[in-house]
């Protein structure tokens, strides 16, 4: 069982920067895979980046690369979304999510287990 849980989220102005955090618990073994996605009103959960457990393994989606950074402090249990150059249209629920194999995936139906989201509000 892995337990996630999310932060750093909020209100930012355009063109601005937030990390969020991911703090992992539980049985979580370096093969595992670590994703972060994001779900805007109305829409599909929708794959931002991923990065294997104990390193390596890093994929953005095509749309953010250069604007997003994903991390991972092993010592901390805990994974990073560095987020840059903010715009509206990044305005959404940010889940991190972990999958129990070393293979990278965009889906979010690959993944095990979700942290309950948190909330990024980027203002025109």
């Known amino acids: 069982q892995v337990q996630l849980v999310e932060s750093g989220g909020g209100l930012v102005q355009s063109g601005g920067s937030l990390r969020l955090s991911c703090a992992a618990s539980?049985?979580?073994?370096?093969?595992?895979?670590m994703g972060w996605f994001r779900q805007a009103p109305g829409k599909e959960r929708e794959f931002v980046a991923t990065?294997?457990?104990?390193?390596?393994?890093?994929y953005y989606a095509e749309s953010l690369k250069g604007r997003f950074t994903i991390a991972r402090d092993n010592a901390k249990n805990t994974v990073y979304l560095q987020m840059n150059s903010l715009i509206p249209e990044d305005t959404a629920v940010y889940y991190c999510?972990?999958?129990?194999?070393?293979?990278?995936?965009?889906?979010?139906?690959?993944?095990?287990?979700w942290g309950q989201g948190t909330q990024v509000t980027v203002s025109s």
């Open positions: 999510a972990v999958r129990g194999t070393s293979a990278a995936s965009m889906r979010a139906g690959d993944y095990d287990y």
């Open positions: 539980g049985h979580i073994f370096s093969y595992y895979t």
């Open positions: 990065i294997r457990w104990g390193g390596g393994n890093l």
